[in-house]
T-cell receptor, first 112, second 114 residues
Framework: GIQVEQSPPDLILQEGANSTLRCNFS?????LQWFHQNPWGQLINLFY???GTKQNGRLSATTVATERYSLLYISSSQTTDSGVYFC??????????????FGRGTQLTVWP | DGGITQSPKYLFRKEGQNVTLSCEQN?????MYWYRQDPGQGLRLIYY???????QKGDIAEGYSVSREKKESFPLTVTSAQKNPTAFYLC?????????????FGSGTRLTVV
């Protein structure tokens, strides 16, 4: 299956700081998603972004499909941004149409 | 409201016992998935099902079993053959041909072996 690597594995920030999370993937993909997992374990989709750039409030994401990477930007971070951020991709070569391949995540901690 | 319900939230199992984790969805999704999450490991696929009465093994199916008798339900049994079952288990669903759109997760079950 496709390999998905995320960096950094851990990130500790002061409230108000900006950060960039990176996702590299080993093959062409049909879709790429960023998820946030809150401290209670719930995963919420942040972006569907197979290519290009999208913004949603303080968060934005960019995927360069030809170079097989995606970036998630968090500006003016808040304590509620804490949690684990996952990148997940859908590989068109896979046998399952909806199967997502996940990276290991970036654990973000934002201190007040 | 539509969504996925996992139960129980916390489950304790004695060594040698089988336990079943429940996953129910009312989103009318065809596909359902079970993932296992360990600290620092990300999400790993256990089993998936694209249609009723059909399911396939994922990457770490050994020691687990599933059934898909109804579209809404995809229970996961952790058998005594699973040597290290303590983990956080997440169920998800999606439209069958969604290309990833509409992927929805439950809130998880935390299983601990005592």
């Amino acid at each position: 299956g496709i390999q998905v690597e995320q960096s950094p594995p851990d990130l500790i920030l002061q409230e108000g700081a900006n950060s960039t999370l990176r996702c590299n993937f080993s093959d062409s993909v049909n879709n790429l998603q960023w998820f946030h997992q809150n401290p209670w374990g719930q995963l919420i989709n942040l972006f569907y972004i197979p290519s290009g750039t999208k913004q949603n409030g303080r968060l934005s994401a960019t995927t360069v499909a030809t170079e097989r990477y995606s970036l998630l930007y968090i500006s003016s971070s808040q304590t509620t941004d804490s949690g684990v951020y996952f990148c997940a991709v859908l590989n068109p070569r896979g046998s399952t149409l909806g199967r997502l391949y996940f990276g290991r995540g970036t654990q973000l901690t934002v201190w007040p | 409201d539509g969504g996925i319900t996992q139960s129980p939230k916390y489950l304790f199992r004695k060594e040698g016992q089988n336990v079943t984790l429940s996953c129910e969805q009312n989103l009318n999704h065809d596909a359902m998935y079970w993932y296992r999450q360990d600290p620092g490991q990300g999400l790993r696929l256990i089993y998936y099902s694209q249609i009723v009465n059909d399911f396939q093994k994922g990457d770490i199916a050994e020691g687990y079993s599933v059934s898909r008798e109804k579209k809404e339900s995809f229970p996961l049994t952790v058998t005594s053959a699973q040597k290290n079952p303590t983990a956080f288990y997440l169920c998800a669903s999606s439209p069958r041909t969604s290309r990833g759109y509409g992927y929805t997760f439950g809130s998880g079950t935390r299983l601990t072996v005592v």
